[in-house]
């Protein structure tokens, strides 16, 4: 028998190279905070770690490098991308400008389809939050993963492709800085997806707006609440 496939190509799904599995699995460790800002990315360790040649992890780290979560070193090589407070406030005002706007357009357009999507996606995040809270569960990537999908559900019939991808990426930075500051609020925030939940099946886009600008902003404000927060 031959020996083991490593894990990236074990890992490969149909259409996927094992280029693009070493880019989502970097690319999610730096989301979720796996790899910390400002450590450094040595191209021949991390091309063993990942299961990927030099040349493909330096293209991968500069890939990443466009979207703003790795800096380049000149010749010192790769680091993850620093944080600071006065970057979370800008990415969590760009986020609120581009959901608010989505919502509006995603309430009107929005279908029947579209309202399952909504209250499954609600659902799922809902039963995560109540096992938090019970302490029954603690895996800060579970509740993120559902509540990206909440957030997305409600957008998702705005209509745009372009406004979708771009909040996406947005939405990953925000993110990031939540999975760093380690950011839950308990019940205040499971209210406030209850809330929205009921704004879009009564399609009250303003009242979703106004608890959305609330949701975000109490967020980073909890996040920011030490001056200066440890985990800048």
């Excluded at 890992?11 to 070493?22: C, F, I, L, M, N």
């Excluded at 999507?117 to 995560?128: D, N």
């Excluded at 947005?170 to 993110?175: G, Q």
Aim: net charge neutral; with cysteine; aromatic share 6%.
């Amino acid at each position: 028998m031959g020996a083991a496939p490593k894990k990236a190509e074990r890992d490969v799904r149909a259409g996927e190279t094992v280029s693009d599995v070493a880019y989502g699995r970097i690319r999610a460790d730096i989301l979720f905070g796996r790899l910390k800002p400002r450590e450094r990315l040595r191209l021949e360790i991390f091309s063993q770690r990942y299961g990927t040649s030099v040349s493909t992890m330096r293209e991968l780290l500069s890939r990443l490098g466009s979207e703003g979560l790795i800096v380049a070193e000149g010749q010192r090589g790769f680091e993850v991308a620093p944080v600071s407070p006065v970057e979370f406030r800008e990415v969590a005002a760009m986020r609120l400008l581009l959901e608010q706007h989505a919502l509006t357009q995603s309430f009107q357009a929005g279908d029947l389809d579209w309202e399952a999507r909504v209250v499954a996606a609600h659902h799922k995040l809902a039963v995560t939050e109540g096992r938090m809270l019970r302490r029954e569960v603690s895996d800060p990537e579970v509740w993120k993963d559902c509540d990206r999908a909440f957030h997305h559900a409600l957008i998702s019939a705005c209509g745009s492709r372009v406004l979708l991808q771009t909040y996406a990426a947005i939405y990953d930075k925000y993110l990031r800085y939540q999975m760093i500051a380690v950011v839950f609020r308990g019940e205040i925030a499971a209210r406030e997806h209850a809330e929205l939940l009921a704004c879009a099946l009564s399609r009250d886009a303003d009242r979703a707006s106004r608890i959305l600008d609330i949701h975000i902003n109490s967020c980073v404000d909890h996040a920011l609440r030490d001056d200066p927060p440890g985990w800048a």
